[in-house]
């Protein structure tokens, strides 16, 4: 009885009102009055997101250090710089959101833009640990298919549904971004009712069913790709980067709903744009460093210390390298599958540089050395492993 209750509330249409009507924010709860001390919840709660978010910085940035002044694997570092910055990007807008609660709405959606790209970054770091196996090529695009050709072979079509899956995650959290900022500049978006008449409902159903389609599609790799994954210890990384994005989507979700159903009403220390707003934004904002923990030590750099890092490939490389986005976003127009096949093709090219500059080169200078090298010397079981 009372689940049914509850739901009346949420999706009742209460007193018989229009729904076409926007109903107006709930502002009749007592004057607010000091939380602790002498300090409202909104700077209380502005003070412990800002020290939060500075703290998870401090911790990934770092973690970034240490991968990018041992930049040693740009291949699988690149990949793993852009899913740890997951959590200064979720830190600092949970943070603005507190901060500016009146402009949270628009900021709020924000958050799922840089989840989608960690989630495309996770997924090709998944394949560039498989493809560091000898026999890592095969296992993903099939028996044989590294003998046919690195480019000839047709990809599986569960290895393209797993990446279409993923990516869509990027457009679509672009589009809610700006179909909120858009519908709350025109009033549209309505953020107090669940009517299917206003964007808010809407927005927030599409988010739902595009976060859900990309993590089961990943969920779905790494289990059926677990035993190529399994020796890397991938779960834990798993476990902490989707525990980022499963509570962002959660928390938000739900509490919204709540508040826009007025299940969750203002109080003498919590005004409406603290409840719809301040509360998803401030759990976060103090998640996050516990997530930058976890991630400090799922990612660890120890595996690529003290291994030969190429001329040129310094910190300020890492850092462009991981902004640099064009590899993921080349995806949508030459396909997610030659994205994953010149991933191979980078990890060779390294193994030959770096194997050609611990070798001395024979009388004649380096072409010799580099013919070599492209006539096979560096074949498909000679690509470094990657110690993930």
């Not at 409202?40 to 978010?53: K, V, Y």
């Not at 299917?196 to 809407?202: N, S």
Request: aromatic share 10%; hydrophobic share 50%.
């Amino acid at each position: 009885m009372d689940t049914i209750l509850i739901a009346r509330k949420l999706f009742g249409n209460k007193d018989g009102s229009d729904k076409r009507v926007c109903p107006a924010e709930d502002n009749s709860g007592p004057e607010i009055v000091a939380f602790v001390g002498n300090i409202t919840f909104h700077t209380f709660a502005s003070i412990l997101s800002g020290a939060c978010a500075i703290l998870s910085c401090l911790v990934v940035l770092l973690l970034v250090f240490q991968h990018a002044s041992n930049y040693s694997n740009p291949v699988q570092q690149r990949q793993i710089i852009r899913i740890i910055l997951l959590v200064p990007w979720v830190a600092v807008f949970a943070f603005l959101c507190v901060l500016l609660s009146h402009a949270g709405e628009y900021l709020l959606m924000s958050l799922d833009f840089g989840c989608s790209i960690a989630l495309s970054a996770f997924l090709l770091f998944l394949c560039d640990i498989i493809l560091s196996d000898p026999d890592g090529f095969d296992a993903l695009f099939g028996p044989g298919a590294w003998a046919k050709g690195q480019f000839t072979t047709s990809s599986p079509t569960w290895l393209k549904r797993t990446w279409y899956n993923v990516l869509q995650f990027i457009p679509v959290s672009i589009i809610l971004w700006l179909a909120t900022v858009i519908s709350l500049a025109v009033g549209t978006y309505c953020a107090t009712s669940n009517s299917p008449h206003f964007v808010h409902i809407w927005t927030q159903v599409i988010k739902a069913i595009s976060t859900v389609i990309a993590i089961v599609a990943i969920l779905k790799f790494y289990k059926r790709m677990k035993p190529s994954l399994g020796p890397h210890k991938v779960f834990l990384k798993l476990f902490a980067f989707k525990g980022i994005i499963g509570l962002n989507f959660l928390q938000t979700f739900i509490l919204r709903i709540l508040v826009s159903s007025n299940v969750i009403k203002p109080n003498k220390y919590l005004s409406y744009d603290d409840i719809s707003v301040g509360l998803p934004s401030l759990a976060l904002a103090c998640e996050m460093p516990l997530f930058a923990g976890l991630l400090f030590y799922a990612f660890t750099a120890s595996p690529y210390k003290g291994r030969k890092v190429l001329s040129g490939n310094g910190p300020v490389r890492a850092v462009v390298d991981a902004f640099n986005l064009l590899d993921i976003l080349s995806a949508f127009v030459r396909g997610p599958m030659r994205l994953v096949r010149e991933q191979k093709k980078g990890m060779m090219r390294e193994d030959s540089v770096q194997l050609m500059q611990v070798q001395t080169p024979p009388e004649g200078g380096m072409e010799t050395g580099y013919g070599m090298m492209e006539m096979g010397t560096v074949g498909r079981g000679q690509v470094r492993g990657g110690e993930v």
